[in-house]
T-cell receptor, first 115, second 110 residues
Framework: DSGVTQTPKHLITATGQRVTLRCSPR?????VYWYQQSLDQGLQFLIQ???????AKGNILERFSAQQFPDLHSELNLSSLELGDSALYFC??????????????FGPGTRLTVL | GQNIDQPTEMTATEGAIVQINCTYQ??????LFWYQQHAGEAPTFLSY????GLEEKGRFSSFLSRSKGYSYLLLKELQMKDSASYLC???????????FGRGTSLIVHP
């Protein structure tokens, strides 16, 4: 157990819909990272927040957005969902703005299925 | 551009040694990561190589050649629990944000 929690564990929805994935970092961690893992694309970094501010952006679609709240939890919003958005979405947290890979702690993931 | 490549699947026998290769192309390379991921679970960190050479951690070792854009993960004394996907990823530009390969699915059989 990494100490990072993600809800929901599973999510099934229809094309065109909007969903929100939630992540609570480990106690004291200021950074949150979002990753998407699909069968055809592998694991991809989406976005990082540090203490409420966006710090790094990866291959995140314009239909997707994220934020980090004052209590440091983060939400990833996915809108106008398409079949190809079906994937595992992981959140990771770390205490630092720049965190080495052994300093990032992954949550259990949210499996999104778009029908 | 950036590119990273590793075999899709490998099989090996319990107790044996297996080497999983990874090649990459990028500018401003900083380091290379290996992660292990069991099906349906989160990735777990295995190693991070910055300098050329072999780094050993118990049954797992990781090698890097920066000039060749090449790395491998060596797993010794394979156990059934080592059946998992092994993800290679590089980091460039100093951000620690990794670019992942698609992973190598390792199947260990008795």
């Amino acid at each position: 157990d990494s100490g990072v929690t993600q809800t929901p564990k599973h999510l099934i929805t229809a094309t065109g819909q909007r969903v929100t994935l939630r992540c609570s970092p480990r106690s004291g961690d200021l950074s949150v990272y979002w990753y998407q893992q699909s069968l055809d694309q592998g694991l991809q970094f989406l976005i990082q927040y540090y203490n409420g501010e966006e710090r790094a952006k990866g291959n995140i679609l314009e239909r997707f957005s994220a934020q980090q709240f004052p209590d440091l939890h983060s939400e990833l919003n996915l809108s106008s969902l398409e079949l190809g958005d079906s994937a595992l979405y992981f959140c990771a947290s770390s205490p630092y703005n720049r965190a080495a890979p052994d300093e990032q702690f992954f949550g259990p993931g949210t499996r999104l299925t778009v029908l | 551009g950036q590119n990273i490549d590793q075999p899709t699947e490998m099989t090996a026998t319990e107790g044996a040694i297996v080497q999983i290769n990874c090649t990459y192309q990028t500018s401003g390379f900083n380091g290379l990561f290996w992660y292990q991921q069991h099906a349906g679970e989160a990735p777990t960190f295995l190693s991070y190589n910055v300098l050329d050479g072999l780094e050993e951690k118990g049954r797992f070792s990781s090698f890097l050649s920066r000039s060749k854009g090449y790395s491998y993960l060596l797993l010794k004394e394979l156990q059934m629990k080592d059946s998992a996907s092994y993800l290679c990823a590089f980091e460039s530009g100093g951000s620690y944000i990794p670019t992942f390969g698609r992973g190598t699915s390792l199947i260990v059989h008795p």
